[in-house]
């Protein structure tokens, strides 16, 4: 089964400065894709970034980018000139490519706190 | 165009009582996929179900619970006798067709007291 880990439970950040949250996953499959999610203090859960693994190419969403290193198995995303406006738990994701492919599997979760 | 919307948003419910959850897909979705959040734990997958067919149940309890979505309505995620562990946020998703771009409601958050 695959499986989806955030070692980080919470992370801070300053004002306009830079935070990187990590995610490793484990698959045995070779195409597949991987999600960043945001969920704030709202709990509407926002997808913030799409991957798929067989595109070698960083995903990139304005200031939110990944460093996705599929030997590795790890997934990190980068949140640059960060806002108040980003504070959330921040949820990685994985789903498998083919029949299955609807069937996402979430992290546990970090909670990332800006500072003014 | 409205997202997904889910009511109630809060639930209540004493123990050995019915609750029941609504989804409304956004327009033109006919694909809606159910998770539930234990606290501080991530989403974990139910069912996912297209108008009046389950496509796949493997997450979801076997017992007490059960989930449908008619051709005309809501999606219903129906959980019978509830227990103190079915204490959760409980989300809906939807999507156009078979895959994982799927848009979420907020959630509705299911107290067991």
């Known amino acids: 089964a695959q499986t989806v880990t955030q070692s980080q439970p919470e992370m801070s950040v300053q004002e306009a400065e830079t935070v990187t949250l990590s995610c490793t996953y484990d698959t045995s499959e070779s195409d597949y894709y991987l999600f960043w999610y945001k969920q704030p203090p709202s709990r509407q859960m926002i997808l913030v970034i799409r991957q798929e693994a067989y595109k070698q190419q960083n995903a990139t969403e304005n200031r939110f980018s990944v460093n996705f290193q599929k030997a590795a198995k790890s997934f990190s995303l980068k949140i640059s000139d960060s806002q108040l406006g980003d504070a959330a738990m921040y949820f990685c994701a994985y789903s498998p490519s083919g029949g299955s492919n609807y069937k996402l599997t979430f992290g546990k979760g970090t909670l990332l706190t800006v500072n003014p | ?113």
Not at chain 2, 71 to 94: H, M, N, T, W
């Open chain 2, 1 to 113: 165009n409205a997202g997904v919307m889910q009511n109630p948003r809060h639930l209540v419910r004493r123990r050995g009582q019915e609750a029941r959850l609504r989804c409304s897909p956004m327009k033109g979705h006919s694909h809606v996929y159910w998770y539930r959040q234990l606290p501080e734990e991530g989403l974990k997958f139910m069912v996912y179900l297209q108008k009046e067919n389950i496509i796949d149940e493997s997450g979801m309890p076997k017992e007490r619970f059960s989930a449908e979505f008619p051709k005309e309505g809501p999606s219903i995620l129906r959980i019978q006798q509830v227990v103190r562990g079915d204490s959760a946020a409980y989300f809906c998703a939807s999507s156009p067709n078979r895959r994982n771009e799927q848009f979420f409601g907020p959630g509705t958050r299911l107290t067991v007291l």
